[in-house]
């Protein structure tokens, strides 16, 4: 059993982040390049290719969000992206574990909460981002990450899948993705990095990784895993990646014909009110740190393959009152189920299973998820005493 410690000077601290100066990185290529002012769906079955240089991270995550559940998609779409230094969370990890807070604020770098899941991860110009977004039907994360290994090797860099969601270069970790799903809309989304020449040093300035996964992966530090593709390729920048990633996305998609549609803050999509809300909601204090309420009971692993759980209760008469999951997982939605779907239940083993087993069948066409889903119930039932 734990308590939380108090948050207070650390929840002032983060409050007063100051705004970072906007860096300026105009976008170039060698591709045709058009400002982007088309509607979604009037085309049906074209793959579309996006570029942005706005420096604004939370922008880049409200295009994202627009395209998933408000524009119409029929088809695959790529959009290419860097932001300025930022550190951005997984839907629910818990900022006080995982950032240095103080240290951010006394640089001014902002802290974000992403909608997708995965771990914390620190964002600045010299780390290239691509988004996939895609109907369900069409969406295929090896097939992602087969255009991103394709267009790594036109440019000379032979890297690897590892593990869920990483690319590799000579054994050192240059690439990560996180993913979301929107079964109602039919949508699917896959986001990921790729570290150009990012500030290395960040990461231990900016980080607190769980020790659990460190130990696991049998390193002292999460610099000592990653590496920078200018460490092998100096010349590389981020607009020849760009172009490199295009080709290979349109010799994939047999989009030949697409064009560079570059996405500003006077683009049409920026001016929709379901834009502007999401934007605005994405800045809000109370999503980017969450709530951290006092709880009577903690739950706390690392299980390898599937996600970091940090499952804190509130239990009053038998009952679970209240529950907040903090966790790494690259399936948010299978948290909130199981957050929903422990809230009222009976604590102990059979009220855990009972109200976990009832999520299956939401989760069950869906492999990851569902993996996801089996592992926490396991371990939970294992873990809490009758």
């Known amino acids: 059993m734990m308590r939380l410690p108090c948050l207070g000077g650390s929840l002032r601290a983060v409050l007063r982040l100051k705004k970072p100066a906007p860096h300026q990185f105009p976008f170039q290529s060698s591709f045709p390049v058009a400002v982007s002012q088309r509607g979604f769906g009037s085309e049906p079955g074209k793959p579309r290719v996006l570029i942005s240089d706005v420096p604004d991270i939370i922008f880049h995550f409200a295009v994202e969000e627009y395209l998933m559940n408000v524009a119409s998609l029929s088809a695959p779409l790529m959009y290419l992206w860097r932001p300025q230094p930022v550190v951005t969370i997984g839907r629910h990890q818990n900022p006080w574990k995982e950032c240095i807070l103080s240290q951010l604020e006394s640089d001014g770098v902002a802290l ?49 899948k590892k593990g869920r969601n990483d690319l590799t270069f000579e054994g050192k970790k240059i690439s990560g993705s996180a993913f979301k799903h929107a079964p109602d809309r039919g949508v699917s989304l896959h986001h990921g990095t790729l570290l150009v020449d990012t500030d290395l040093k960040a990461l231990s300035r900016y980080l607190t990784p769980d020790k659990r996964k460190l130990q696991a ?40 014909e697409a064009v560079l549609e570059m996405v500003t803050e006077d683009s049409a999509m920026a001016q929709e009110p379901e834009f502007r809300a999401v934007r605005a909601e994405l800045q809000d204090k109370e999503w980017r740190l969450g709530k951290t309420p006092e709880f009577s009971h903690q739950l706390e692993t690392r299980i390898d393959g599937i996600a970091i759980f940090d499952v804190q209760m509130k239990v009053i008469g038998g009952k679970i009152e209240e529950v907040t999951i903090f966790s790494d997982a690259l399936f948010p939605d299978v948290i909130s189920k199981a957050m929903e779907a422990l809230t009222g239940a009976e604590y102990g083993r059979e009220g855990i299973r009972h109200a976990l087993a009832a999520l299956h069948p939401h989760f069950e066409a869906n492999e990851g998820p569902l993996r996801t889903l089996e592992a926490l119930q396991e371990w939970m039932v294992a873990s809490v005493d009758d």
Not at 150 to 157: D, E, H, P, S, V
């Open 112 to 160: 974000v909460r992403r909608r997708t899941g995965g771990g914390a991860v620190f964002q600045d110009p010299g780390c290239s981002v691509f988004t996939f977004i895609s109907p369900s039907g069409a969406f295929n994360i090896d097939k992602n990450l087969d255009i991103i290994i394709g267009a790594l090797g036109r440019i000379g860099i032979q890297a690897e």
């Open 217 to 256: 992966k049998g390193i002292a530090s999460v610099g000592a895993r990653v590496m920078n593709l200018r460490e092998s390729f100096p010349d590389l920048s981020h607009q020849a990646l760009c172009d490199a990633l295009v080709a290979e996305f349109r010799d994939k998609e047999s989009a030949h």
